[in-house]
């Protein structure tokens, strides 16, 4: 009698441990919303992130807005009704998704707002911004530029004001110059979007009214690579390119010649830097409320040794 009781007790104890294992295990859904796929910088995101998913076995799903702000409006309020436990988000527009992040508020959702930060009006609507950062990035290529150019240049500036990681790009090219405005003065802006097919024409445009030109500025590669098939298609030789991102293809210009210099971002580390502070957060943690990880510029032999890949 004793050996069976001792017997019932052990496997319940067993019954127990399992149970609480069971009910212990963490089974996390997250969502990513960024503001396109038609971008390697964020198809690279959003494969990191299906990754890290799966190993852990938790939900996960990324919604495509393609750039487009009331669908990824729409699609904020999809995973508040859907109740994810926290979505990562790269706005379309930095200052229009006010009424998306209030709504995952109201749920008790948390967002860790990555790459794109949001105005900061609406700070206190994310747990944490993560990103590259993108000013020091931006006065990196500045001093390179001014590095190469000693004696001055004439520089285009192909921006996407509506992106804020854009604009502190922008700023921090500015900042490198300082006040020698007058030996490296700006003498076209143009809003490029961050994309090829709208950067050429551009910059076609610009080289023809601008035949002294020595140097375009581009916001990302996609910008960058616009400037390079314009300067091709003038016949045109001498225009320096300069470009923010290291994507494979921006290492492939660099290598091939088509770029200058370029200077990197990091979204495979953005991405698992905002997976484990998600993480952190549901399990009563706390986060870092900005975390800008540090940009560098891509030398050649950098560039051969992972032109394949992003970092």
């Given at each position: 009698m004793r050996l069976l009781s001792a017997l019932v007790l052990a496997v319940a104890a067993v019954a127990v441990f399992n149970f609480g294992t069971a009910a212990e295990a963490k089974k996390y859904r997250f969502a990513f919303l960024p503001n396109t796929q038609n971008n390697t910088f964020q198809s690279t995101m959003n494969d990191t992130f299906r990754k890290l998913a799966e190993e852990k076995g938790y939900g996960y799903v990324c919604l495509d807005p393609d750039y487009d702000v009331n669908?990824?409006?729409?699609?904020?309020?999809?995973?508040?009704?859907?109740?994810?436990?926290?979505?990562?988000?790269?706005?379309?527009?930095?200052?229009?998704?006010?009424?998306?992040?209030?709504?995952?508020?109201?749920?008790?959702?948390?967002?860790?707002?990555?790459?794109?930060?949001?105005?900061?009006?609406?700070?206190?609507?994310?747990?944490?911004?993560?990103?590259?950062?993108?000013?020091?990035?931006?006065?990196?290529?500045?001093?390179?530029?001014?590095?190469?150019?000693?004696?001055?240049?004439?520089?285009?500036?192909?921006?996407?004001?509506?992106?804020?990681?854009?604009?502190?790009?922008?700023?921090?090219?500015?900042?490198?110059?300082?006040?020698?405005?007058?030996?490296?003065?700006?003498?076209?802006?143009?809003?490029?979007?961050?994309?090829?097919?709208?950067?050429?024409?551009?910059?076609?445009?610009?080289?023809?009214?601008?035949?002294?030109?020595?140097?375009?500025?581009?916001?990302?590669?996609?910008?960058?690579?616009?400037?390079?098939?314009?300067?091709?298609?003038?016949?045109?030789?001498?225009i320096q390119v300069y470009s923010i991102d290291a994507s494979p293809?921006?290492?492939?210009?660099?290598?091939?010649?088509?770029?200058?210099?370029?200077?990197a971002q990091v979204p495979i580390e953005i991405a698992r830097t905002a997976f484990a502070r998600a993480e952190y957060l549901l399990d009563g943690r706390s986060i870092e409320k900005e975390i800008f990880l540090p940009s560098h510029l891509v030398d050649i032999e950098e560039a051969r040794r992972t032109v394949n890949d992003w970092q």
């Amino acid at each position: 009698m004793r050996l069976l009781s001792a017997l019932v007790l052990a496997v319940a104890a067993v019954a127990v441990f399992n149970f609480g294992t069971a009910a212990e295990a963490k089974k996390y859904r997250f969502a990513f919303l960024p503001n396109t796929q038609n971008n390697t910088f964020q198809s690279t995101m959003n494969d990191t992130f299906r990754k890290l998913a799966e190993e852990k076995g938790y939900g996960y799903v990324c919604l495509d807005p393609d750039y487009d702000v009331n669908i990824q409006l729409n699609q904020f309020a999809d995973v508040a009704n859907q109740r994810f436990d926290a979505v990562f988000v790269i706005p379309v527009d930095s200052q229009g998704i006010r009424q998306g992040l209030m709504q995952l508020k109201e749920r008790g959702i948390p967002v860790l707002n990555v790459d794109t930060p949001v105005v900061k009006e609406d700070r206190d609507l994310v747990e944490t911004v993560i990103a590259t950062d993108c000013y020091m990035a931006g006065v990196l290529v500045g001093e390179e530029m001014m590095r190469r150019n000693p004696d001055g240049a004439r520089i285009a500036v192909l921006d996407f004001p509506e992106n804020e990681s854009c604009v502190d790009r922008v700023n921090g090219f500015l900042k490198a110059i300082g006040d020698q405005k007058d030996k490296y003065p700006i003498v076209a802006t143009q809003n490029a979007a961050a994309a090829l097919d709208v950067s050429m024409p551009l910059a076609e445009d610009i080289i023809q009214a601008n035949p002294d030109l020595n140097v375009f500025f581009a916001i990302n590669d996609p910008s960058a690579m616009g400037c390079a098939a314009a300067i091709k298609a003038s016949g045109k030789s001498g225009i320096q390119v300069y470009s923010i991102d290291a994507s494979p293809e921006g290492k492939a210009a660099l290598l091939d010649g088509s770029f200058t210099a370029v200077a990197a971002q990091v979204p495979i580390e953005i991405a698992r830097t905002a997976f484990a502070r998600a993480e952190y957060l549901l399990d009563g943690r706390s986060i870092e409320k900005e975390i800008f990880l540090p940009s560098h510029l891509v030398d050649i032999e950098e560039a051969r040794r992972t032109v394949n890949d992003w970092q």
